[in-house]
Nanobody, 121 residues
Framework: QVQLVESGGGLVQAGGSLRLSCAASQRTSAMGWFRQAPGKEREFVATIRWSGVSTVYADSVKGRFTISKDNAKNTVYLQMNSLKPEDTAVYYC?????????????????WGQGTQVTVSS
């Protein structure tokens, strides 16, 4: 069982930046982030392979968000720049032990509790 602990959410003005962190209890095949806005379905944001440098991003965040990892700390980060009010959501860290291709329809099998990100206009 993989435990995921997120941190770094908060309130920021449009155009600002936030960095989310997610610490995993053990190494997995891939980790990433999803988000869920009020009244909407959970959507994929980004994912990264633990070995190597493969990453995949949702079109809505390309060029603004960057996913990265610290192998020594089993931690993945999501640097969010140029934030928009439509980025407001609960952000969930996710992980998958199974080796599967990284795609925008990535379906992980472990989830964190979520952290709120609110972007004011």
């Amino acid at each position: 069982q993989v435990q995921l602990v997120e941190s770094g959410g908060g309130l920021v003005q449009a155009g600002g930046s936030l960095r989310l962190s997610c610490a995993a209890s053990q190494r997995t095949s891939a980790m990433g982030w999803f988000r869920q806005a009020p009244g909407k379905e959970r959507e994929f944001v980004a994912t990264i392979r633990w070995s190597g440098v493969s990453t995949v991003y949702a079109d809505s965040v390309k060029g603004r968000f960057t996913i990265s990892k610290d192998n020594a700390k089993n931690t993945v980060y999501l640097q969010m720049n140029s934030l928009k009010p439509e980025d407001t959501a609960v952000y969930y860290c996710a992980a998958d032990e199974r080796f599967r291709p990284l795609r925008t329809d990535w379906a992980p099998n472990y989830w964190g509790q979520g952290t709120q990100v609110t972007v004011s206009s």
